[in-house]
């Protein structure tokens, strides 16, 4: 088990933690000035997200040849990862357990509850406890948002703390996804001077979207850029995304119309419209046709724009556009194997491996 150096957690109030905002919890999981565990986006400085798209990259140069993944199968062979998948996923799931085979780490999975103790009446806290008892991390998605964080306290007041994962919570953040955004986003515009003063914008359900979110919030390390939230009304950006905006000197702009923005953008984040939140069926109502990109729309659009989703998708974009370079989401589905397979040697301290063999390889 990862020595943890700085548990903050050990003897935290659980109430008392749950009432600050993200970025005044976000120092309580980390170790030292290291991620242990991750939970939100919050957590990531620009010095981090710079770092794991490098070791990202490194990994993936690695793995072009037999002898380096073999290098990389033993990295954490002596470890085990417990997926708890309690809430559908296939992409997220499938990328986290690849990153887990690629770096030899054994892994066990549950992806529904009906199949645990809780159908017993076990509390899920006590379900991912038993976890702990068996495994060196815990991988996590669950429908209640906070859910992670909670483990991560709790374990952390145990007598064998493990890093925890969010690999999705409720509605509110997606952490890992906005990672393997960024470093799509980074490769894309590795030619045009990064990410620094590119117009980004976010399209679609943006209230309910737990990817836009945890995206929007990293962009605020990315002096320049322009963000356009593009939504109808009922599912536009919430309050507090855009205060962080605020609070970080950057630039957007809400709007309805998708149509008239594409000329100017350099990259599109599409989004589905998440009816599975709705309560009364208020999804079907709106037009999706007005927050979608067609092939004649791809005309309005810049040769050097991008197109990201994080998938899946519905009819927001047109599976005729899959064939256009500007299309990045299929690069996006890989991309999250290997920034999964950085963060995860980032937490378990074998980076530094990498790093030695990779200068190796291209000296």
């Not at 037999?66 to 990862?81: C, Q």
């Not at 990109?293 to 994080?310: C, F, G, Q, W, Y």
């Not at 890989?334 to 190796?360: C, S, T």
Request: hydrophobic fraction near 40%.
């Amino acid at each position: 088990m990862i020595q943890y150096r700085e548990n903050r957690l050990r003897g935290v109030d659980w109430n008392d933690l749950e009432s600050l905002p993200p970025a005044e919890r976000a120092p309580y999981f980390m170790n030292g000035k290291s991620v242990y565990h991750v939970l939100f986006a919050q957590q990531f400085d620009r010095e981090f997200l710079d770092r794991i798209c490098e070791l990202a990259t490194r990994t993936r140069r690695i793995a072009k040849t037999r002898g380096g993944m073999m290098f990389l199968k033993e990295l954490l062979a002596e470890k085990r990862a417990m997926l708890y998948f309690a809430q559908p996923s296939s992409r997220t799931f499938l990328s986290f357990l690849a990153s887990c085979e690629i770096l030899g780490l054994r892994s066990g999975e549950v992806r529904d509850s009906n199949t645990s103790s809780e159908m017993k009446g076990e509390s899920p806290e006590d379900t991912v406890r038993t976890f702990s008892s068996y495994f060196d991390m815990i991988i996590m998605r669950h429908p209640q948002g906070g859910f992670a964080e909670r483990i991560a306290w709790l374990l952390s007041n145990s007598e064998r703390p493990i890093p925890v994962i969010n690999a999705g919570s409720g509605a509110d953040q997606h952490p890992t996804q906005a990672l393997l955004d960024v470093y799509t986003l980074q490769r894309s515009f590795e030619g045009q001077g990064g990410i620094e003063g590119k117009r980004i914008a976010f399209v679609g359900d943006l209230a309910r979207g737990r990817t836009v979110r945890s995206l929007a919030t990293l962009m605020t390390h990315y002096p320049g850029v322009h963000l356009s939230f593009i939504a109808p009304p009922a599912l536009q950006i919430d309050e507090g995304i855009l205060r962080t905006l605020d609070s970080a000197g950057i630039a957007y702009e809400l709007g309805e119309n998708l149509v008239g923005k594409l000329p100017d953008l350099d990259a599109v984040y599409m989004t589905r419209i998440q009816d599975e939140w709705d309560t009364e069926g208020e999804s079907e109502a709106i037009d999706v046709s007005a927050y979608a990109i067609t092939v004649e729309r791809l005309a309005l659009m810049k040769d050097s724009a991008v197109i990201m989703h994080p998938l899946p998708r519905r009819s927001e974009i047109s599976p005729e556009v899959d064939s256009d370079p500007r299309a990045k989401y299929w690069r996006q589905v890989r991309n999250g194997m290997w920034i999964r397979a950085a963060l995860i040697m980032n937490i378990l301290d074998r980076a530094g491996e990498v790093d030695r063999y990779y200068d190796d390889l291209v000296s």
